[in-house]
């Protein structure tokens, strides 16, 4: 998996704390690899999903598509979605077409059927279908009125219907590596016309070869942040972050959240960034500082930008994992949502599982590799959660690159070694 470089414009003198509304003030520029000087660089995931939408397939006219640019020449054998909800429902019938102008062309490449079940992600088959790499299609699901007879069968109206999720905020990236798909999003036919929904696609296909692409992101939640009623005793605080993995050495000046508080904290938040060592299973904590204040967090979610100080700021954050979490001496668990009082929360995303290759279309591309991380005892022990992913992200530059490496010239003609005879 290539390491992406986007390149940060900034919008304003840099600050410790700064905070962002919404995913409009991160300006990229296409991917571009360090050349000469250090280049401004980020890693980490800034996918959002607040909460799963569905449109209902309860009529013989309704159509749902989800619109892509096709990453990779690829074998198509099979695709999959996400079932919301099925009640007794006829077959669907699942295209792949072409783009006409933004919309799905009439002519079916090729299509499956399936009735779903709903709750869960459904894949039907295709066979050996080529993909072209930088073409848009788009995948399709109606009613399969006929299920291949001469006639039609089964029923379908507001009793007898599946509908089909997508998510609440377009993210108009893949998720592994967050390069643009401005193409990306979902479509929805009824009343005899497509309609642009600009929300986001939950799909994904499955390609010969193992090739993977799609959004595997089906689940939301928020990672909790507190104490436990013993200031000044981080033993038992639950601490939250991710686990992040760079292709490349960077020098960190910073850190991005997605955060918000919950209640009124009164401790501030604070960073740690730990090391680990996996062949012994061993996490150390490499170094830590204050990352907001009370006031400082609103109570909706924002982007917050964190900035390091000079004291604060390793050498380098080498591409080796890192634990990068949060913790406070604010606030203790509690038995209703968000599962905290007077905390602080991290928004979150994953996999509720069922889909093949999810950690493939995760970002990183892997389990081992970047994912969500907490630990409910100060940060002694950890616990992964595979498939699921933090709004966490590390802000620097790239490392600069070793210099070429000189050798000794080999001699001509090569020397004659004791021993040996010409």
């Given at each position: 998996?290539?390491?992406?470089?986007?390149?940060?414009?900034?919008?304003?003198?840099?600050?410790?704390?700064?905070?962002?509304?919404?995913m409009?003030?991160?300006?990229?520029?296409?991917?571009?690899?360090?050349?000469?000087?250090?280049?401004?660089?980020?890693?980490?995931?800034?996918?959002?999903?607040?909460?799963?939408?569905?449109?209902?397939?309860?009529?013989?006219?309704?159509?749902?598509?989800?619109?892509?640019?096709?990453?990779?020449d690829?074998?198509?054998?099979?695709?999959?979605?996400?079932?919301?909800?099925?009640?007794?429902?006829?077959?669907?019938?699942?295209?792949?077409?072409?783009?006409?102008?933004?919309?799905?062309?009439?002519?079916?490449?090729?299509?499956?059927?399936?009735?779903?079940?709903?709750?869960?992600?459904?894949?039907v088959?295709?066979?050996?279908?080529?993909?072209?790499?930088?073409?848009?299609?788009?995948?399709?699901?109606?009613?399969?009125?006929?299920?291949?007879?001469?006639?039609?069968?089964?029923?379908?109206?507001?009793?007898?219907?599946?509908?089909?999720?997508?998510?609440?905020?377009?993210?108009?990236?893949?998720?592994r590596?967050?390069?643009?798909?401005?193409?990306?999003?979902?479509?929805?036919?009824?009343?005899?016309?497509?309609?642009?929904?600009?929300k986001?696609?939950?799909?994904?296909?499955?390609?010969?070869?193992?090739?993977?692409?799609?959004?595997?992101?089906?689940?939301f939640?928020?990672?909790?942040?507190?104490?436990?009623?013993?200031?000044?005793?981080?033993?038992?605080?639950?601490?939250?972050?991710?686990?992040?993995?760079?292709?490349?050495?960077?020098?960190?000046t910073?850190?991005?959240?997605?955060?918000?508080?919950?209640?009124?904290?009164?401790?501030p938040?604070?960073?740690?960034v730990?090391?680990?060592?996996?062949?012994?299973?061993?996490?150390?904590?490499?170094?830590?500082?204050?990352?907001?204040?009370?006031?400082?967090?609103?109570?909706?979610?924002?982007?917050?930008?964190?900035?390091?100080?000079?004291?604060?700021?390793?050498?380098?954050?080498?591409?080796?994992?890192?634990?990068?979490?949060?913790?406070?001496?604010?606030?203790?668990?509690?038995?209703?949502?968000?599962?905290?009082?007077?905390?602080?929360?991290?928004?979150?995303?994953?996999?509720?599982?069922?889909?093949?290759?999810?950690?493939?279309?995760?970002?990183?591309?892997?389990?081992?590799?970047?994912?969500?991380?907490?630990?409910?005892?100060?940060?002694?022990?950890?616990?992964?959660?595979?498939?699921?992913?933090?709004?966490?992200?590390?802000?620097?530059?790239?490392?600069?690159?070793?210099?070429?490496?000189?050798?000794?010239?080999?001699?001509?003609?090569?020397?004659?070694?004791?021993?040996?005879?010409?």
């Amino acid at each position: 998996m290539p390491f992406l470089i986007r390149a940060i414009i900034p919008t304003r003198k840099t600050s410790i704390f700064t905070h962002w509304g919404s995913m409009k003030m991160f300006k990229w520029l296409v991917p571009f690899f360090f050349i000469g000087s250090l280049a401004q660089a980020d890693f980490g995931s800034h996918f959002i999903l607040n909460s799963r939408l569905a449109f209902p397939l309860d009529s013989g006219t309704k159509k749902i598509a989800f619109r892509f640019t096709c990453r990779q020449d690829v074998s198509l054998i099979g695709a999959s979605f996400y079932c919301e909800k099925s009640q007794t429902p006829p077959e669907y019938k699942v295209s792949l077409v072409d783009d006409e102008k933004g919309l799905p062309s009439p002519k079916v490449l090729e299509s499956s059927s399936v009735t779903p079940k709903g709750g869960c992600w459904v894949t039907v088959p295709f066979n050996n279908l080529p993909l072209q790499a930088g073409q848009v299609y788009h995948l399709v699901l109606e009613q399969d009125a006929t299920r291949g007879g001469q006639h039609p069968v089964g029923v379908i109206d507001t009793r007898h219907f599946a509908s089909v999720a997508y998510g609440d905020a377009l993210n108009a990236f893949d998720p592994r590596d967050e390069k643009p798909d401005p193409k990306l999003n979902v479509l929805v036919y009824e009343n005899g016309k497509w309609r642009v929904l600009d929300k986001q696609p939950l799909f994904a296909l499955h390609g010969g070869g193992s090739k993977f692409q799609g959004i595997p992101y089906d689940s939301f939640g928020e990672l909790p942040i507190h104490g436990n009623g013993t200031p000044g005793n981080p033993s038992d605080d639950v601490l939250a972050g991710e686990v992040l993995h760079p292709h490349s050495g960077l020098i960190p000046t910073g850190f991005a959240l997605r955060l918000r508080k919950e209640g009124h904290p009164t401790a501030p938040l604070k960073y740690r960034v730990y090391t680990i060592n996996f062949l012994q299973h061993k996490i150390t904590l490499a170094f830590s500082g204050l990352a907001a204040l009370p006031s400082q967090v609103q109570n909706g979610y924002q982007w917050v930008t964190i900035g390091l100080k000079k004291e604060d700021q390793p050498q380098e954050f080498p591409a080796e994992c890192r634990f990068v979490t949060f913790q406070t001496d604010s606030g203790g668990p509690s038995d209703q949502p968000p599962g905290c009082s007077d905390c602080y929360l991290i928004s979150e995303f994953g996999n509720s599982g069922g889909l093949a290759g999810a950690a493939d279309l995760s970002f990183d591309g892997g389990a081992h590799l970047s994912r969500e991380a907490f630990s409910t005892d100060g940060g002694a022990t950890w616990q992964d959660a595979f498939e699921r992913d933090a709004n966490v992200v590390i802000l620097g530059s790239l490392s600069a690159p070793p210099g070429p490496q000189e050798f000794a010239p080999v001699p001509t003609p090569m020397p004659w070694f004791e021993g040996t005879a010409p």
